[in-house]
């Protein structure tokens, strides 16, 4: 028995396939169908009990339409054979035989097969659809089939097909209204999901919603910041980029630069996007787009040799076997990208080595193959080209490498292998097979009819009806042949939590140019420690300037937006990338100039005592009795005050010492002020009497002369004990004094001392050291 699909892994969308098919029914009781003019597009057909039709993109160049509405479009042929689609065709042939000679799945039904080639372009793949649902009856034929009604079914109940998103967008809208399923195998834009709009249309790939995501997470994991998008003029690239840069844009990552590549692109256009390619620093590019339409712009990126760029492959491409050419290894070589998850068909292999060219028409496509792959022609074909030489028949396929014969891990063989078991599936439930386990026993009922409304079953998808999105990361690495292997080194699975989803075995990984290390792509490099961000203006957030950071500030990782502001009593380090503790400087007893001040204090005290015991040993002489000894002895007293009070400002300051520096040194002063004045005003009485004894000096004795020294005082006495009750003095760290250093000063809160200095911090000083600046 051949090998039979897993119902469990196709159940669900078989049984969503029940809601499709359908019935196309006539308009008019009287109305006879045909086509208008001869479908001439090659056909690759099978007849059986039920027909599946097939549009697969055998070539990638369409031919140029002429736009000449007022004339029948005429049937040209396409160019550029694509051996990866003619694969995929020979799995759909593949699978519908392994059904057919399937005893427990639709037993006593035959599959059918119709396969058209689509060209990956619209209007193409419209003709090949359009004639599919349609069947094959020309105007002559309906006439002379006299009274033939429109065909109360269609032709084919389901469609396989297609591969590019904007063909299979018009496709879908086309079946939409008849309720024909179309199944497609590669076909991804995020567009086709609304039900509404596209009511038949299921596919076996994930849409590029998760793709995108992956794609943004591969984009951030590598760091890069400054990258690329190029995309072609359809639905499959319009959407993927569109959704890729609105995310990317939300992680911080910048696009340097988006080209669309024209359908149909000359030589300026392609000179043109390669211009600017250059000129632009981003090392990193995104492609969305297919092979056959990058080929143009690839070859030319080759032609310069231009090969540093690392080129980001979305799935349209990643596995493409046409773009591994030796021309475009140096370009591509190192290539990432995402592809969906691998797998192995047994026996596909075997199918796949077993074709050979023949004159029928079961094998027009095979011929065209095998003309395209051995460069030869076949003698019963007709032929352009005469000058290949004959193809024997017998040429060995084995001995070729391209993706043809590459089955190792197929990708969209088997979404198209999955396609064919689904539709095989939803029929086996339509025409009451019975259960599969007891089907050995069991016809279908073939004259059964079906219709969509008649079915209620559960189906499980997520919201938009989309498969489980598995992808494989897939990297482009040169062999010991010389050619490109593509190298899983890591999967991607969108219905994992969040963090867990990408895994990269980045030690696998060969990047362009051959290197090891991963490539940078930044529009500037990111800013040192010790410097912010600064965005340039009318450029993108990730072109900026690097800008030192301010006083008093900090950043200590790379690329900082933003400096941090140092905590009181820290400043930054000479680079400014970390916060250091301040050095906290005052007048010590231990430097030179608290020494040299103290010195002083104690010489004045020194000599003020000195001559307090000379005159009190001398108090009774003329000399002292005529300078008034009490006012000097009082003098002597407040001078002793005054250079006493300079030990209260050395050291570090403390509540009490804010107290006492300026109330001991301002009360002290006045007192000696005071008996300074006492005798000037005594001097100066006696030089004015011309008689001794006068009346004037009497006024102003010995007692006056107390009351006023008295009063003098007293009153300094009461400013300072009220400032001291009201505003007491404290002490305060001087931050503004000097960078990275600061002085514990006495701060009266209207007035403040320092001055402001930037030189660098030393090490060397400590809490406990005194400074080189007087406080006072």
């Known amino acids: 028995m051949a090998n039979k699909m897993p119902v469990s892994e196709l159940a669900p969308l078989g049984l969503l396939l029940l809601l499709y098919f359908s019935v196309i029914l006539c308009t008019s009781m009287d109305t006879r169908c045909w086509t208008l003019g001869d479908f001439n597009s090659p056909v690759l057909e099978q007849d059986g009990d039920i027909v599946i039709g097939g549009l697969f993109p055998l070539h990638y160049i369409a031919p140029q339409m002429d736009h000449n509405y007022s004339e029948r479009p005429q049937h040209q042929e396409c160019s550029g054979f694509d051996f990866r689609a003619f694969r995929w065709v020979q799995t759909m042939v593949f699978a519908i035989k392994e059904i057919n000679n399937n005893s427990s799945l639709l037993p006593g039904v035959t599959l059918g097969y119709r396969i058209l080639d689509s060209c990956d372009h619209v209007h193409t793949s419209l003709r090949s659809v359009l ?112 959704a890729f840069t609105e995310q990317l844009e939300r992680t911080g990552v910048c696009i340097s630069f988006h080209h669309t590549i024209p359908k149909a692109p000359s030589q300026a256009q392609i000179h043109a996007i390669v211009n600017s390619l250059e000129s632009s620093t981003a090392r990193v590019i995104i492609a969305f787009a297919t092979e056959g ?42 290539t990432v990208g995402f592809s969906f998850r691998g797998t192995t068909i047994p026996g596909l292999a075997e199918f796949l080595l077993g074709v050979r060219p023949s004159p029928g028409p079961e094998s027009v496509f095979t011929n065209m193959f095998w003309e395209e792959l051995f460069g030869c022609r076949l003698g019963y074909k007709d032929s352009s080209d005469s000058e290949l030489p ?71 998808f997520d919201n938009n009806g989309e498969p489980v999105p598995l992808y494989d990361i897939i990297n482009w ?84 937006t933003e400096c941090t502001k140092c905590p009181q009593y820290y400043w930054p380090n000479k680079e400014r990338v970390f916060c250091v503790a301040g050095i906290e400087e005052f007048l010590s007893y231990h430097e030179i100039m608290g020494i040299i001040l103290i010195s002083l204090s104690l010489f004045g005290v020194a000599v003020a ?48 010492t804010c107290r006492a520096r300026q109330a001991a040194f301002g009360i002290s002063f006045v007192l000696c002020i005071s008996c300074i004045l006492v005798k000037t005003i005594v ?22 002369q107390r009351v006023f020294i008295f009063f003098c005082t007293t009153g300094q006495v009461i400013l300072c004990a009220c400032w001291l009750a009201l505003a007491p003095p404290y002490p305060y760290k001087n931050t503004s004094y000097q960078g990275g250093h600061y002085l514990p000063r006495g701060h009266h809160p209207t007035l403040y001392w320092g001055t402001i200095n930037t030189t660098h911090p030393t090490p060397e000083r400590n809490f406990n050291q005194g400074g080189n600046k007087s406080s006072a």
């Open 477 to 560: 690495q040169k062999n010991g042949k010389g050619t490109i292997r593509f190298q899983m080194v890591g999967t991607y699975d969108g219905s994992a939590p969040h963090g867990q989803q990408l895994k990269i075995d980045e030690g696998l990984i060969q990047w362009a140019g051959g290197h090891a290390e991963i490539p940078v792509s930044l529009c500037t490099p990111p800013c040192p420690p010790g410097t912010r961000q600064a965005t340039r203006p009318g450029q993108p957030v990730c072109c900026f300037d690097c800008l030192p950071c301010a006083e008093g500030e900090i950043s200590n990782i790379s690329g900082a």
């Open 390 to 460: 004959l193809c024997t028949g017998s040429e060995d396929l084995m001995e070729t490498e391209n993706s043809y014969t590459d089955v190792s891990r197929v990708r969209i063989s088997y979404n198209v292998y999955k396609a064919v078991y689904a539709i095989a599936h939803a029929l086996h439930k339509l025409l009451d097979c019975g259960s599969e386990e007891q089907s050995s026993n069991h016809v279908c009922k073939t004259e059964s009819k079906f219709f969509p409304w008649q079915f209620k079953e559960k189906v499980y």
């Open 609 to 656: 005592t000195v001559i307090t015991v000379i005159f009190f040993l001398f108090r009774s002489t003329p000399i002292v009795k005529a300078n008034n000894s009490e006012m000097s002895f009082l003098l002597l007293l407040s001078l002793k005050l005054c250079f006493l009070c300079t030990l209260v400002f050395v050291g570090r300051p403390s509540p009490w």
């Open 293 to 334: 339409q990058l080929l143009e712009l690839l070859v030319e990126v080759s032609r310069r040799n231009l090969t540093r760029w690392q080129w980001v492959a979305s799935e349209a491409w990643v596995t493409a076997k046409l773009l591994t050419i030796p021309e475009l290894q140096p370009v591509l070589s190192g």
């Open 683 to 704: 001097v100066l009485l006696a030089f004015r009497s011309t008689i001794p004894g006068s009346i004037s000096l009497k006024l102003f004795g010995i007692p006056q």
């Open 131 to 242: 004639f599919l649902v349609n069947g094959t009856l020309s105007q002559t034929q309906a006439d002379a089939a006299g009274s033939a009604k429109c065909l109360s079914t269609a032709p084919v109940p389901a469609v396989i097909g297609l591969a590019s998103s904007s063909p299979t967008r018009a496709m879908a809208q086309t079946l939409g209204p008849f309720r024909i399923p179309l199944i497609s195998y590669f076909a991804t834009c995020t567009c086709l999901t609304d039900k509404k709009e596209y009511p038949s249309f299921l596919r076996t790939v994930p849409s590029d919603v998760f793709q995108v995501q992956g794609l943004v997470q591969l984009v951030s994991h590598f760091g890069w910041r400054w990258v690329g998008t190029v995309g072609t003029d359809d639905d499959y690239s319009h959407y993927g980029i569109q």
